[in-house]
């Protein structure tokens, strides 16, 4: 009688045991250009490339031009080149070049090179997460001049939104000279929908002593329009309102109302060399302080050197027609050359 329940217990944990196995297994299906079929999981379609997940080779990284056709059971979130947004299960079309969209809505047939992005719903917080760390320095033994740059990124998306946490540091360092800092930190939010249009909301703490402010927080929000949503390029404009305090170096606190006007590019490039390309200036005109200009730019080039590992050299420019303090520099602007890591 002592065995009877253990072995009772096992009669019913064989089924799950041994159902267990196919339940883990992958069983999405590419097929590549070649004819080649590849079984894993599929991910997500980003920047250019498919993220597809298998047992034997790890996570492939698949040029989207390099695909025929998809078959995945998951639901997924489909968007194509002109903004449209799908929902449902992925099969084959009738066609090479084509995917089939099985939706609560009903199916959709889509040409696969007019598919800009895709994300699997239901991902965990870990399989959505994605971003970048990248640290440089550098010292001119003749001035003693030190410098160390460092910039992070984290982006989380989900169904029609996403989340990105910013950050970027320079420190500059030389006996007899004063210590220059400059940092910032952004929390922005953007809601994607129909058409390329999107909301966007922004949190940012900045520190520029060049610019003669200890502190400045700015809250802004507006809207604007990917003009150009290709596989490989991103244009974006978009305009609205900003409100910002600051904590001059020498003199009083003030809040400024401000418009503003956003330009975001992005080119990727995944044939070889690996490269990215991207600029961010945004531009401000004060209803507060009237005559007041500001501008703010960064571009980047990114080459990969090994996989998930670049090098990348940065601009920015920072332009204040009339700083926070007053004889306070109108122009900071560096270059910097970095190594990074990105997931």
Not at 15 to 39: M, R, Y
Not at 321 to 337: L, Q
Request: some cysteine.
């Amino acid at each position: 009688m002592r065995w009877k329940a253990p072995a009772a217990a096992l009669a019913c944990l064989g089924p799950l045991l041994a159902a267990s196995p196919a339940l883990a297994a992958k069983t999405d299906v590419v097929v590549l250009s070649n004819g080649d079929h590849v079984t894993g999981e599929v991910k997500q379609l980003e920047r250019g490339r498919l993220t597809f997940k298998t047992d034997d080779m790890g996570t492939l990284a698949i040029e989207w031009d390099n695909i025929r056709s998809i078959a995945a059971g998951a639901p997924f979130e489909i968007y194509d080149l002109d903004g449209r947004r799908y929902v449902g299960s992925l099969e084959p079309g009738s066609v090479a070049g084509e995917l089939r969209v099985v939706g609560p809505d009903g199916a959709y047939v889509l040409e696969l090179k007019r598919i800009g992005r895709l994300l699997r719903l239901g991902a965990t917080f870990w399989q959505r997460l994605d971003g970048s760390l990248s640290l440089g320095a550098s010292y001119a033994s003749a001035s003693e001049l030190f410098k160390l740059d460092f910039a992070a990124t984290f982006g989380l998306d989900s169904a029609g939104h996403r989340v990105a946490l910013s950050a970027s540091s320079t420190l500059s360092s030389q006996p007899g000279v004063e210590e220059t800092r400059r940092n910032d930190l952004a929390l922005t939010y953007e809601r994607r929908f129909q058409n390329r249009w999107v909301a966007l909301l922004q949190g940012q703490v900045e520190q520029n002593r060049e610019l003669g402010f200890d502190l400045r927080t700015s809250a802004s929000g507006g809207g604007g329009r990917y003009l150009v949503q290709t596989q490989r390029d991103r244009l974006l404009v978009g305009a609205g309102f900003s409100v910002n305090r600051e904590w001059p170096v020498a003199g009083d606190q003030a809040t400024n109302v401000e418009a503003t006007l956003l330009l975001r590019y992005d080119r990727f490039s995944y044939d070889f060399p690996h490269v990215d390309i991207s600029l961010v200036a945004a531009g401000f005109t004060s209803l507060t302080d009237g005559g007041r200009h500001r501008l703010e730019a960064d571009a980047q080039l990114k080459r990969e050197v090994v996989k998930d590992f670049y090098i990348t050299l940065r601009g920015y420019e920072s332009y204040d027609s009339r700083p926070a303090t007053e004889g306070a520099k109108t122009n900071d602007y560096g270059f910097s050359f970095a190594l990074g890591w990105s997931f």
